[in-house]
């Protein structure tokens, strides 16, 4: 009988990471999550998605380990990637065979506040994270990019043969950072790597700074929406259900090294991760608008520093590699945000850190 392969989801108790652990419970991995849970927005949401998981709140506030009392082979790990030697000895224990790193330091505007929030997180937590992956030698590791890391770049859709040598936000930066590492830990030590660039990612359990739930928070409250670029801004919206998709199909297609590339041999391969079809934020409001049956306030602004007038994704390299294209259409991703939402928000107020 063969050996249930074990898999690390780190950044598990948020958006995009939550989705991904419940997608793999219901397949053959033993799946442990890995947050540290911090004040970055409430809480309580991350708490609230770690319970949909199957673990209760009293434990993760008392225990570094816990499993959920209905599967054994469920784990949540509470640990700080800056901690390195607990890290090193969590790959030790668990012996890893394959690691999807979503944990990090988000927000383009936070990155102009607390800088030094995404040294921490995102370089020198992704530095140990990759030391882990070395250590311990993994099948294949997969990493979270960004969109951001495209900067102002003029030639659309972005493709994965752009140069991305100038982001325009100190998180940007931190994350073009994340795939030179990782190229050079591919290249040196053979570690297969994927990195995943994600395109404005949306639907339920989203993050309280992100466009979708800030909007339909604002048009539910009555507030005011501010809309940068005197809203002529255009994003590239990607249901987190075909990120799940996406991210499981290239969790089992570890790359190999490729002798007749001119640019790197390393096992190491980018993919942008969108819908290949930007709209433009105001079609958001009125899909929002229209199923909350709320008309919103909104006040057009300039550019704010470090943001972007458009994102769009190609992403035929991910089709060429998995078969897949997303294909979730904004109004039915709208809908069953607002199902969750109406459900889980409107009853559970979520507030952002101060």
């Known amino acids: 009988m063969n050996k249930k392969k074990r898999i690390l989801v780190t950044g598990s108790a948020g958006f995009i990471g939550h989705h991904v652990v419940m997608a793999l419970q219901e397949t053959k991995f033993d799946v442990v999550g890995l947050d ?7 809480p309580a949401l991350k708490y609230d998605r770690l319970k949909a998981q199957g673990f209760e709140k009293s434990l993760i506030d008392y225990n570094t380990c816990i499993r959920s009392a209905d599967n054994a082979s469920r ?10 030697s607990a890290l090193e000895h969590l790959f030790q224990e668990q012996q890893f065979d394959l690691v999807v790193h979503l944990a990090a330091q988000a927000g383009v505007l936070y990155s102009l506040e607390n800088p ?4 921490e997180s995102n370089l020198v937590g992704f530095a140990n994270i990759l030391e882990a992956c070395r250590k311990y030698p993994v099948k294949h590791f997969l990493f979270a990019s960004s969109s951001s890391v495209y900067g102002q770049h003029l030639e659309v859709p972005f493709s994965i043969s752009h140069q991305t040598d100038h982001p325009i936000s100190f998180y940007a930066a931190t994350k073009k950072a994340n795939e030179v590492m990782a190229h050079s830990y591919a290249h040196l030590y053979g570690i297969p790597t994927t990195g995943m660039r994600f395109f404005t990612v949306y639907g339920p359990w989203g993050r309280p700074d992100m466009a979708c739930l800030q909007f339909a928070r604002s048009i539910a409250e009555g507030s005011t929406i501010r809309l940068y670029n005197q809203g002529n801004m255009w994003r590239d919206f990607t249901f987190i259900d075909d990120v799940v998709t996406a991210v499981t199909k290239l969790l089992i297609r570890a790359p190999k090294v490729n002798r007749k590339n001119r640019v790197s041999e390393a096992p190491y391969r980018l993919y942008n991760i969108g819908h290949n079809q930007p709209v433009q934020l105001l079609e958001m409001v009125a899909l929002l608008e229209r199923g909350l049956h709320k008309k919103a306030s909104i006040d057009l602004l300039p550019m704010q520093p470090g943001d972007v007038p458009v994102t769009y994704a190609d992403v035929e390299a991910l089709v060429t590699a998995t078969g897949y294209r997303p294909r979730t259409s904004l109004e039915e991703g709208i809908g069953k945000f607002l199902d969750w939402f109406e459900a889980y928000y409107l009853a559970h107020p979520i507030t952002k850190a101060a």
């Open 36 to 42: 540290v849970i911090n004040d970055y927005y409430d």
């Open 116 to 119: 030094m929030a995404y040294v």
């Open 75 to 84: 784990h949540f790990i509470l640990l700080n990637l800056t901690d390195k």
